[in-house]
């Protein structure tokens, strides 16, 4: 019957005897360092990934992710979308849409934003975040418009009262110089996202769109494109077929993904370190264990251990560590971060200040990256120790025994 024989006296040196407590010591440490890096990391990962993908739900999901038009910037009016957008991969809906930049002014203030023309009976996601009114009393002809909860508090507006916009884009010459296309619109409904995008789109219908950007009557921006995940807009761009142009969510909010993305990987790289440091007292820990049993290593030399079964002592003994460690902590980290709102309120953190809880979204495939890199680097530790051990002599080890 086959004994890894390596493998269980690996094992036997990491629990080492009941009066070698030092070195069980920083044994356990370097465990409990790992535990502890891995179990930071996936807290804090699950915690940047519920940002972030709150981010794309209430920012993302609102505005125009996608919209195709041809190179003037104007398509012909049509409730059909054409085909070929409709077949193109992460395309779950096409809607009509006319869009322009616009000033908006109240009798009190006055701000800037974006106007969108939607078809009433169409799909329209800020249908969900409607706090007062609703889509369908934007029928063409009746000059209305639904705006965003921070934008209705900035103008000192209510449903009901009058806004003017004014879009500088269709202006027109007169005999008083350069006057924007403007006109008074009533507001029919306020909606909130809980994101800054309140304070920016203006919906109507999209034939009022039209005519304040002097558009005919039978044309429209473009095509509105659905997609089931945002961030597939570069490789959604290069199947674009030819005859049209393209603009996404990039161009608005392109920055703030970045930067999210970028303090994301400095946290991750950041609490990696830890992984890594608990890694080094893995070296040290199994550098004393080497200088400690070099004449146990000679006698298993001389009963004819080879060099490759020494080295795998030592290796078992500290990757042992890492393994124990990223096991534990990948476990751990899992329950602290689905339950990491109940232990702050357990904890008398107030959450109130940030809108009442910490999104987390676990990841399994993340978690299991972590673990499997903390495992390395620890196996990646043990190889100069473990080298040492097996270069130990037979002679001179025991030479003074």
Known sequence: MFHPVSFFIGLRYLRGRSGDRFSRFVSYMSTAGITIGVMALITVMSVMNGFEDQLKGRILGVLPQAVVSSADGRVPLSE??????????????????????AIIQSASSITAGTMIGIEPNQYEPIAKHLMVGSLSSLTPGSFKVIIGQAMAVSLGVQPGDKIRLMVTSASQFTPLGRMPSQRNFEVAGIYDTGSDVDQQLVYTNISDAGRLLRYKLDQMTGWRLYLDDPFTVPELK??????????DWRDQRGELFQAVKMEKNMMGLMLGLIIGVAAFNIISALVMVVMEKQSEVAILKTQGMTHRQVLTIFMVQGASSGVIGALLGGLFGALMAH?????????????????GTLPSVIEPLQILLV????????LLATVFPSYRAAAVRPAEALRYE
């Open 80 to 101: 059909n979308a054409p085909e070929v957008l409709r077949k193109l991969p992460h395309v779950v809906n096409v809607t009509a849409i006319t869009r322009g930049e």
């Open 371 to 378: 673990i499997l890199g903390a495992i390395s680097l620890s």
């Open 238 to 247: 290069e199947k674009l077929p030819k005859g049209w142009t393209w603009s």
């Open 339 to 355: 339950n990491l709102n109940s232990i702050l309120s357990v904890l008398g953190v107030d959450l109130a200040s940030i809108g």
